[in-house]
């Protein structure tokens, strides 16, 4: 009973840590990805989230996204309630669903398939919202904001959960290896690593590689940088 008690008061302490560090990066990095919308920027915390989501769960994911958006409400957002509602439902779309599908299938596929399904509904999730919501709060007329939705709104949400799926795919290895070792995170089952899980890894390193230079370069090219 007290070594449960532990390792819930260890997984709770956990899931703060991650949760400061999803606000930090929020914080420090904010992009715009496109041109004809400059109050849609791109921030990393969905990273940290997601990651969170793997390692505890979706419930953790979902409890992450509320209080990521609601510190970043209290701080630094200027958006009130709507911003708050917004970032929430936009964390929880993406990271709830690929923790989910994750904690049924805890293999390398059942994490890509996890994060590719996490982006559709992501993507999807922010379509309907930003129809409903968005004309609110920029007091616009919902057919100018219809207007947008394929040409900005749709480009902006694949972009942004593509690209917080292959950078989640590069960093989750070698965080949850930190955590182990930092005894935050139970040991893995299986310690050894055959030559098929090597390739394996290296593949996955590539293939993350790929999707965040290519996320990159499509901002440049929207953004008429290259």
């Known amino acids: 009973m007290r070594y449960m008690k532990r390792e819930r008061l260890k997984n709770l302490i956990t899931i703060a840590i991650l949760s ?20 849609l ?3 990393p915390k969905d990273v940290v989230i ?28 200027t958006s009130g309630f709507i911003g708050f509602f917004m970032n929430s439902i936009s ?21 890509i398939i996890g994060l590719a ?4 509904m992501s993507t999807a999730v922010m379509i309907l919202w930003n129809y409903l919501i968005t004309p609110i709060f920029m ?10 939705l394929i040409p900005v709104f749709l480009p902006f949400n694949l972009i942004k959960g593509t690209l917080n799926a292959g950078i989640a795919m590069l960093v989750y290895k070698p965080l949850s290896k930190a955590l182990r070792k ?9 310690n050894t690593k055959t030559a098929s899980s090597r390739k394996l890894n290296i593949g996955v390193l ?12 499509i901002v440049l090219v929207i953004n008429k940088v290259i």
Do not use: H, Q
């Open 20 to 39: 400061a560090l999803a606000f930090l990066v929020m914080v420090l990095v904010k992009i715009s990805v496109v041109p004809a919308a400059p109050f």
């Open 41 to 43: 920027r791109y921030d």
């Open 50 to 77: 997601v990651i969170g989501g793997f390692l505890f769960g979706p419930l953790a994911a979902l409890s992450m996204s509320i209080i990521v958006a609601l510190m970043e409400m209290l701080t630094v957002s």
């Open 91 to 111: 964390s929880a779309a993406f990271t709830c669903t690929a923790a989910f599908i994750y904690k049924k299938k805890r293999t390398i596929a059942g994490a």
């Open 117 to 120: 399904s996490g982006v559709i």
């Open 139 to 148: 007091s616009t007329p919902r057919e100018v904001i219809a207007t947008l």
């Open 182 to 190: 930092l005894n935050i995170m139970p040991k893995s089952e299986s």
């Open 206 to 217: 590539a293939v993350s590689c790929f999707i965040i230079i290519t996320c990159v370069m």
